[in-house]
């Protein structure tokens, strides 16, 4: 499937580029952060947008054809690392750090500030249901039922506030290629959206479709 790499990296090399792009992400999350909030003056505002520009290019200088995509190894665990909402190298992603049990049970605790923001205060609908499209993916693959999001529907209880945030999903019930799962985000007084989706393992991941075992890397 295309945008799925197979590279086998070492254990030892995966260390090594976590520990040079996650902190890398980081500053430039911080820099988007900062853009929307400055107050600095035009002069200043001219003089880093130079330097912005400049960095910019460097790094352009050597780049993929395309997104990142998903790279994974011999365990079928992907690296998703260009992903909206988990990727370690994207600075648009929160990111979020997913926490699993083998029966699909997912949690998240997470910080969204100002580059989320819709309507004053509070988190953009769509950054949301972005947010609970992943969570209940990962439920459905943590479950042993991977999928790719056939419906989704969500139900806005009320604004959810910028800041701190947790996400939670779960698989309601699993019919051969098709996975039901659930999820909601809260902040400190309960429940803010809810959400429930339908997972479809698609037609190249099936088991008459490969060889080998199903994948587990199409987050």
């Keep these: 499937m295309a945008g799925y790499v197979h590279d086998d990296i070492t254990p030892e090399e995966l ?26 003056d035009e002069d200043e505002i001219r003089a880093v947008q130079a330097e912005v520009e400049a960095l910019t290019g460097r790094l352009r ?7 990142y995509g998903v790279r994974f190894g011999p365990t079928g665990r992907g690296r998703p690392w260009g992903n909206t909402v988990v990727g370690l190298r994207n600075p ?18 997470f910080h969204l500030g100002a580059a989320y923001e819709g309507p004053p ?17 990962e439920a459905a693959g943590a479950g042993g039922k991977p999928g790719m999001t056939g419906t ?9 506030p910028l800041g701190d945030l ?8 699993s019919e051969g290629i098709k996975t039901w799962a659930k999820g909601h985000i809260k902040d400190a007084e309960g429940v803010t959206v809810e959400a429930e989706g339908i997972f479809i393992l698609p037609k190249w991941a099936r088991p008459e479709s490969q060889e080998g075992p199903t994948p587990r890397y199409f987050e």
């Design 15 to 40: 260390e090594r580029q976590q520990a040079l792009y996650a902190p890398f992400t980081q500053a430039v999350r911080e820099l988007v952060d900062a853009t929307i909030r400055t107050e600095v």
């Design 61 to 67: 200088a050597s780049q993929l054809d395309g997104p």
């Design 92 to 109: 648009v992603a929160p990111p979020l750090v997913v926490e699993k049990q083998p029966t699909g049970d997912c949690w998240s605790d």
């Design 121 to 137: 205060g509070l988190v953009h609908g769509g950054v949301s249901a972005l947010i609970l499209d992943q969570m209940l993916g």
């Design 152 to 160: 989704l529907t969500l139900r806005y209880r009320r604004g959810t």
């Design 166 to 173: 947790r996400a939670e999903a779960w698989i309601d019930r």
